[in-house]
């Protein structure tokens, strides 16, 4: 069984930091994309940013020059830099991944709750 389980959300001042935390676990021979998701109250889950297990970025224009993706292919790990954050990026944020192991199939993990107050 695979799972993806984010860490790292959490209540910052407007201006400050964050570092979001995916990693994925169980039966795994290959992960190929994978994107880091967000959901406001009331709102549709967007993509914020997304990764090629070769490196290439993809991002929000909401977040590009703020927000910094990353993963760490030996480690099945995903990693999301958010800098200068405002309180509109407010929002449960999720962890995608397409992965190849026992079927293929893409993976949600539980979310983490990110709160920027003014």
């Known amino acids: 069984q695979v799972q993806l389980v984010e860490s790292g959300g959490g209540l910052v001042q407007a201006g400050g930091s964050l570092r979001l935390f995916c990693a994925a676990s169980?039966?795994?021979?290959?992960?190929?994309?994978m994107g880091w998701y967000r959901q406001a109250p009331g709102k549709q889950r967007e993509l914020v940013a997304a990764?090629?297990?070769?490196?290439?970025?993809n991002y929000a224009d909401s977040v590009k020059g703020r927000f910094t993706i990353s993963r760490d292919n030996a480690k099945n790990t995903m990693y999301l830099q958010m800098n200068s954050l405002k309180p509109e990026d407010t929002a449960v944020y999720y962890c995608?991944?397409?992965?190849?192991?026992?079927?293929?199939?893409?993976?949600w993990g539980q979310g983490t709750q990110v709160t920027v107050s003014s």
């Open positions: 995608n991944a397409h992965i190849r192991g026992w079927v293929e199939y893409d993976y």
């Open positions: 169980g039966t795994i021979s290959s992960i190929d994309d």
């Open positions: 990764i090629t297990s070769g490196g290439s970025t």
